[in-house]
């Protein structure tokens, strides 16, 4: 299997820490108060999996799935020797061929969907939202839609094409505008449940948009 992680891995939180002030880790777990014990919550292209370490922590039965065998090594480093209610369940595989249906509380995509061009990136939201219980909610953890005056969506943009331009040179991800999550969300038939936004520079830069699946 094609590992496009394999370089940009490793690297990875250490550029996303330093590149929004620790921002984007507080945006990957900002919802996890919503997480009860025994929740079973699903991480789609979990990375290194802070998220994930923290969903168990809270004592949820939680499955990771992701692509690149280096990140999942990453991942199995930063369990190893830990003790948790419910082991953690790697799944080493395409995210669009893991078919558990309507089998999760909560179904986390941080920093996943923005890998993907408009086309894929909808279909992977659909499946996802087909992944999660009926009364569940789909987590969308992300660069928020720019918004404000010229000015500042003008920096908002910027800000977002440097990210894109180093992930499209490192780990081909797709080059495209920011999403905007929240609609299509609401396109999919899901009900926005909590919203929380982080600020930097100025402005409100990464969200964590909640959607309950009715
Ligand atoms: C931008 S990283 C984000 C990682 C993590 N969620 C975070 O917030 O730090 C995207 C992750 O998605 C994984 N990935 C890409 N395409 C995938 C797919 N089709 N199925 C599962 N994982 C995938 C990559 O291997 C990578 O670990």
Redesign the pocket.
């Known amino acids: 299997m094609n ?3 394999r370089i940009i ?1 490793p690297l ?2 250490f550029l ?1 820490m330093i590149f929004s002030f620790g921002q ?1 880790d507080r945006c ?1 777990t900002a919802m996890h108060d919503h997480i009860k014990p025994g929740d079973k919550v699903l ?9 994930a370490v923290a969903a168990a922590e809270r004592g949820a039965e939680v499955t990771v ?4 065998e280096s ?1 999942l090594r990453i991942f199995n480093k930063r369990i190893q020797g830990r003790y948790f209610t419910h082991q953690i369940r790697q799944v080493h ?4 061929t893991f078919d558990e249906y309507d089998q999760f509380d909560m179904v ?5 969907l ?3 061009s408009k086309e894929m990136m909808l279909e ?1 939201m659909e499946h996802l939202t087909k992944l999660t219980k009926k009364g569940g909610n789909v987590v969308i ?1 992300d660069f928020a839609l720019p918004s404000g005056n010229v000015v500042a969506k003008m920096f908002q943009n910027i800000y977002w094409y440097i990210a894109d331009i180093i ?1 499209f040179v490192m ?1 081909r ?1 797709a080059l495209h505008p920011v999403y905007d999550y929240q609609a299509h969300m609401q396109q999919l038939g899901l009900t926005i449940s909590d919203l929380k936004y982080l600020r930097f520079l100025f402005d409100e830069r990464y969200c964590s948009i909640m959607g309950k699946k009715g």
């Open positions: 590992d496009r992680y891995g990875y939180d996303a984007i990957k991480f789609a292209g979990v990375g290194q999996g802070i998220d799935v992701d692509l690149s990140m595989q395409d995210i669009l986390y995509a941080n920093f996943f923005n890998v993907f992977i953890g992930f780990a991800n």
